[in-house]
């Protein structure tokens, strides 16, 4: 098992692989060679191959050269791959030099396909020099089509100088780029992070090595972020310095070459310095580094705020001191100025701020994925954080008592801030001021929610009772019609849900879900053994409702059992179909129709028998809906989503045309899956093959976690598919629309399909 260490292996398979052929693997294990033969004969199927690796694959990983030529010469094929790794890769992989030579003579290819990790980055991850220098000898590829990334990589990441600088004197590509467009030196960066890298001194080598070698310094990765931002980011001194005294530009902002990728909601070309990035996460040490080495102190972002404000801002006093002894100075005129002073609670700088003339109702729209509330106006921000004296001066000053922060995802007024942190003197303040006690938010996730709401979610006993005492309604509902009740049930606050029951709360009423605070009972965080029994006395007090016989609804089966599924799904080979007279006229119709060429193969070689084009979203939509039976007839369809971070209309993406029309094999062939919840390629087809029964639909959008496409008929009952897709893929509802009400109104009013597990 240590071989396959970060390899993904669903635990259905590995039961087989623990229980499976026992026989022979205790003979492996005894070093039993004249039982090989006998004992492979009646495994050597294909009702059995590919269950489980084969039997040279863990002969190979236990490093026995004898049973690895007993099994050799029993016919097993040296070539035969599981989980990603051939036998070959996996003892390079354990760092078992004597079977890779073996396995080497007996034929095994050293080169890999784009499905399986390669030998060589297996040998460099265990960091055996001797068999990294094997299989260069044998002539593997220091630059493989991998899906591991490539050996260069994983030696930066393991922190091995020795095989760096063989890997490179063999011809590796030092320009190797990874995940989110990281170069090598932003990859190490990442990679010395975690606590089990090598340590400050190795990651000093390494980056002097790549800089040598020619890497370059001030490379942006795909967030337009460089390995001096990411190391600031990252609060490593050891890098900053090191990066600095090798030529680092301390200057350089994430700014995208193209305008029209700015786009600033995704923390992408936020035009931040290092200088800001620092003083924004209040790296008081690291910013004075970067002053010393030339950073601009006056530099602005995107939110035209300097390192001084931002400092000011997050209220970071340490980073504060560092700028303003290095000459640092704050427009203390500007919108952003009032929304900080507001936050820390400055009384003199707001007033000061007001005094200037600024809008008492200015909404701070900075940072707004990185906020707990998102875009709040200076009175939310004294009251969420308990500044009377700010609160009463804005007030003083005209601030609108009930205006809300933005929508995006939910909204919240000033009486909700208070309350949910149980300020009862800004409250006080507030209500006096003559706030709305039964207003109700707007947004998506938690929408319609009111100020007692909030109290009862934090359990805050005190101001419930002072929300209770201005009018609050009591059984008052949210989106997903849940009362305050079922808020303090979840919040596991014992002393807030007898508050609510003594209010006359209603503990029968049952939200979207059919469930009753009660029933909430069973997934709080918090719970407590005394709710249970007083919510259970309180139904059995309770008056019973009548109501009319309700008309029984289609509802869908509960999704299948994901375990039963099958968790992987083989890839489909696309090479031969790619070669039929009818996909080449598919071809000719895309290149027509979008006036582009195919683009070239070059770092898509992962991707045999498809054509690749880039566009536009907004052009990939409009061609597949209006092409898509045409593409048909040719046995073709078309689908977009493949390129990261391409999320607007207007941002290029790629068309892929495959040689295909089963949207089965498409989701197999980019092999789509649940990075959050687990879920394998297998498992998602097999959940889709159920919503297209419940209504039918075609794709034209998939990526690695991503499913669209269009309903191509219409809803038969909207509520029970909404809830079929919620138990599918939750981010549809908790991170998308905010509830399945909206899902399933959405659902009557459109044909859109989407998925994605983010």
Same mark, same amino acid.
């Given at each position: 098992?240590?071989?396959?260490?970060?390899?993904?292996?669903?635990?259905?398979?590995?039961?087989?692989?623990?229980?499976?052929?026992?026989?022979?693997?205790?003979?492996?294990?005894?070093?039993?060679?004249?039982?090989?033969?006998?004992?492979?004969?009646?495994?050597?199927?294909?009702?059995?191959?590919?269950?489980?690796?084969?039997?040279?694959?863990?002969?190979?990983?236990?490093?026995?050269?004898?049973?690895?030529?007993?099994?050799?010469?029993?016919?097993?094929?040296?070539?035969?791959?599981?989980?990603?790794?051939?036998?070959?890769?996996?003892?390079?992989?354990?760092?078992?030099?004597?079977?890779?030579?073996?396995?080497?003579?007996?034929?095994?290819?050293?080169?890999?396909?784009?499905?399986?990790?390669?030998?060589?980055?297996?040998?460099?991850?265990?960091?055996?020099?001797?068999?990294?220098?094997?299989?260069?000898?044998?002539?593997?590829?220091?630059?493989?089509?991998?899906?591991?990334?490539?050996?260069?990589?994983?030696?930066?990441?393991?922190?091995? #100088?020795?095989?760096?600088?063989?890997?490179?004197?063999?011809?590796?590509?030092?320009?190797?780029?990874?995940?989110?467009?990281?170069?090598?030196?932003?990859?190490?960066?990442?990679?010395?992070?975690?606590?089990?890298?090598?340590?400050?001194?190795?990651?000093?080598?390494?980056?002097?090595?790549?800089?040598?070698?020619?890497?370059?310094?001030?490379?942006?990765?795909?967030?337009?972020?460089?390995?001096?931002?990411?190391?600031?980011?990252?609060?490593?001194?050891?890098?900053?310095?090191?990066?600095?005294?090798?030529?680092?530009?301390?200057?350089?902002?994430?700014?995208?070459?193209?305008?029209?990728?700015?786009?600033?909601? !995704?923390?992408?070309?936020?035009?931040?310095?290092?200088?800001?990035?620092?003083?924004?996460?209040?790296?008081?040490?690291?910013?004075?580094?970067?002053?010393?080495?030339?950073?601009?102190?006056?530099?602005?972002?995107?939110?035209?705020?300097?390192?001084?404000?931002?400092?000011?801002?997050?209220?970071?006093?340490?980073?504060?001191?560092?700028?303003?002894?290095?000459?640092?100075?704050?427009?203390?005129?500007?919108?952003?100025?009032?929304?900080?002073?507001?936050?820390?609670? %400055?009384?003199?700088?707001?007033?000061?701020?007001?005094?200037?003339?600024?809008?008492? %109702?200015?909404?701070?729209?900075?940072?707004?994925?990185?906020?707990?509330? #998102?875009?709040?106006?200076?009175?939310?921000?004294?009251?969420?954080?308990?500044?009377?004296? #700010?609160?009463?001066?804005?007030?003083?000053?005209?601030?609108?008592?009930?205006?809300?922060?933005?929508?995006?995802?939910?909204?919240?007024?000033?009486?909700?801030?208070?309350?949910?942190?149980?300020?009862?003197?800004?409250?006080?303040?507030?209500?006096?001021?003559?706030?709305?006690?039964?207003?109700?938010?707007?947004?998506?996730?938690?929408?319609?929610?009111?100020?007692?709401?909030?109290?009862?979610?934090?359990?805050?006993?005190?101001?419930?009772?002072?929300?209770?005492?201005?009018?609050?309604?009591? @059984?008052?509902?949210?989106?997903?019609?849940?009362?305050?009740?079922?808020?303090?049930?979840?919040?596991? @606050?014992?002393?807030?849900?007898?508050?609510?029951?003594?209010?006359?709360?209603?503990?029968?009423?049952? @939200?979207?879900?059919?469930?009753?605070?009660?029933?909430?009972?069973?997934?709080?965080?918090?719970?407590?053994?005394?709710?249970?029994?007083?919510?259970?006395?309180?139904?059995?007090?309770?008056?019973?409702?009548?109501?009319?016989?309700?008309?029984?609804?289609?509802?869908?089966?509960?999704?299948?059992?994901?375990?039963?599924?099958?968790?992987?799904?083989?890839?489909?080979? !696309?090479?031969?179909?790619?070669?039929?007279?009818?996909?080449?006229?598919?071809?000719?119709?895309?290149?027509?129709?979008?006036?582009?060429?195919?683009?070239?193969? %070059?770092?898509?070689?992962?991707?045999?028998?498809?054509?690749?084009?880039?566009?536009?979203?907004?052009?990939?939509?409009?061609?597949? @809906?209006?092409?898509?039976?045409?593409?048909?007839?040719?046995?073709?369809?078309?689908?977009?989503?493949?390129?990261?971070?391409?999320?607007?209309?207007?941002?290029?993406?790629?068309?892929?045309?495959?040689?295909?029309?089963?949207?089965?094999?498409?989701?197999?062939?980019?092999?789509?899956?649940?990075?959050?919840?687990?879920?394998?390629?297998?498992?998602?087809?097999?959940?889709?093959?159920?919503?297209?029964?419940?209504?039918?639909?075609?794709?034209?959008?998939?990526?690695?976690?991503?499913?669209?496409?269009?309903?191509?008929?219409?809803?038969?009952?909207?509520?029970?598919?909404?809830?079929?897709?919620?138990?599918?893929?939750?981010?549809?509802?908790?991170?998308?629309?905010?509830? #399945?009400?909206?899902?399933?109104?959405?659902?009557?009013?459109?044909?859109?399909?989407?998925?994605?597990?983010?």
């Amino acid at each position: 098992w240590n071989c396959l260490q970060g390899v993904t292996i669903p635990s259905h398979q590995r039961e087989v692989i623990d229980t499976f052929a026992a026989e022979i693997h205790e003979a492996i294990a005894r070093g039993e060679t004249g039982a090989i033969s006998t004992l492979a004969k009646p495994l050597d199927n294909d009702d059995q191959r590919g269950r489980c690796p084969s039997l040279l694959f863990w002969a190979a990983v236990d490093g026995d050269c004898e049973i690895v030529d007993a099994l050799l010469a029993a016919g097993a094929d040296p070539n035969e791959a599981a989980y990603s790794l051939s036998a070959l890769a996996a003892a390079a992989r354990c760092g078992q030099l004597d079977v890779v030579r073996r396995l080497l003579e007996a034929g095994a290819s050293i080169t890999t396909s784009t499905n399986t990790v390669d030998a060589l980055t297996c040998a460099v991850e265990s960091q055996s020099e001797d068999v990294v220098e094997t299989l260069i000898q044998a002539g593997a590829d220091v630059n493989p089509k991998s899906m591991a990334g490539a050996p260069l990589l994983q030696a930066v990441k393991e922190g091995n #100088i020795a095989i760096m600088k063989r890997l490179i004197a063999a011809g590796a590509n030092i320009h190797f780029k990874w995940t989110i467009g990281n170069n090598l030196i932003g990859s190490a960066i990442g990679s010395f992070s975690d606590d089990d890298r090598p340590g400050d001194d190795a990651l000093r080598d390494i980056i002097r090595t790549l800089v040598k070698h020619g890497v370059e310094i001030d490379a942006k990765n795909s967030f337009f972020r460089t390995p001096l931002m990411l190391a600031t980011e990252a609060n490593n001194e050891a890098a900053v310095e090191t990066l600095l005294a090798c030529g680092a530009n301390p200057n350089i902002a994430a700014v995208a070459p193209d305008p029209s990728k700015d786009n600033s909601r !995704f923390s992408r070309a936020d035009h931040a310095t290092a200088l800001i990035l620092a003083a924004r996460a209040g790296h008081a040490r690291i910013a004075s580094r970067l002053i010393a080495a030339g950073a601009d102190l006056d530099a602005l972002d995107n939110s035209d705020l300097s390192a001084l404000q931002w400092a000011k801002r997050n209220g970071h006093d340490e980073v504060i001191a560092v700028l303003v002894a290095a000459g640092a100075q704050a427009d203390d005129s500007s919108p952003q100025a009032l929304l900080a002073a507001a936050r820390a609670g %400055d009384l003199p700088a707001v007033q000061k701020a007001l005094e200037a003339g600024l809008d008492v %109702d200015v909404r701070d729209e900075v940072g707004a994925l990185n906020e707990a509330i #998102i875009g709040p106006t200076p009175l939310i921000l004294a009251a969420a954080g308990g500044h009377g004296d #700010i609160v009463a001066e804005l007030l003083r000053s005209g601030a609108d008592v009930d205006l809300q922060s933005s929508a995006f995802p939910t909204s919240i007024s000033p009486l909700m801030a208070a309350a949910e942190s149980g300020h009862i003197d800004v409250m006080e303040q507030l209500l006096a001021a003559g706030a709305d006690v039964n207003l109700k938010n707007n947004g998506f996730e938690g929408a319609r929610l009111q100020a007692l709401h909030f109290a009862a979610r934090s359990g805050q006993v005190e101001a419930a009772k002072l929300l209770l005492h201005h009018g609050a309604r009591i @059984n008052a509902k949210n989106a997903d019609k849940e009362t305050p009740l079922h808020f303090a049930v979840t919040s596991g @606050n014992l002393a807030t849900v007898q508050l609510c029951l003594d209010a006359g709360a209603d503990p029968l009423a049952k @939200n979207t879900y059919d469930l009753t605070p009660r029933d909430s009972l069973r997934d709080a965080k918090r719970r407590s053994s005394r709710i249970g029994p007083l919510l259970q006395a309180a139904e059995a007090s309770a008056p019973k409702k009548t109501s009319k016989p309700k008309q029984k609804k289609l509802t869908p089966a509960i999704p299948y059992d994901w375990e039963a599924a099958p968790w992987d799904i083989e890839r489909p080979d !696309f090479t031969g179909a790619a070669t039929t007279e009818s996909f080449q006229r598919a071809v000719a119709l895309v290149t027509s129709g979008l006036g582009v060429e195919p683009l070239p193969l %070059d770092g898509l070689e992962q991707y045999p028998g498809v054509v690749f084009f880039e566009i536009s979203r907004a052009k990939a939509k409009e061609f597949i @809906n209006s092409q898509r039976n045409e593409l048909a007839q040719s046995g073709a369809m078309a689908v977009f989503g493949l390129k990261r971070f391409a999320v607007r209309d207007e941002d290029l993406d790629y068309l892929m045309l495959l040689p295909t029309t089963d949207w089965e094999q498409t989701v197999a062939y980019i092999q789509t899956a649940d990075p959050n919840g687990g879920k394998g390629p297998g498992q998602i087809v097999a959940g889709l093959r159920q919503l297209y029964e419940l209504r039918p639909f075609y794709i034209t959008q998939v990526a690695h976690d991503t499913i669209g496409g269009s309903f191509t008929a219409p809803a038969k009952n909207s509520r029970a598919l909404a809830k079929w897709m919620e138990a599918f893929c939750s981010d549809i509802v908790y991170q998308g629309v905010g509830s #399945i009400s909206e899902l399933a109104r959405q659902l009557k009013e459109s044909d859109q399909l989407f998925f994605w597990w983010d």
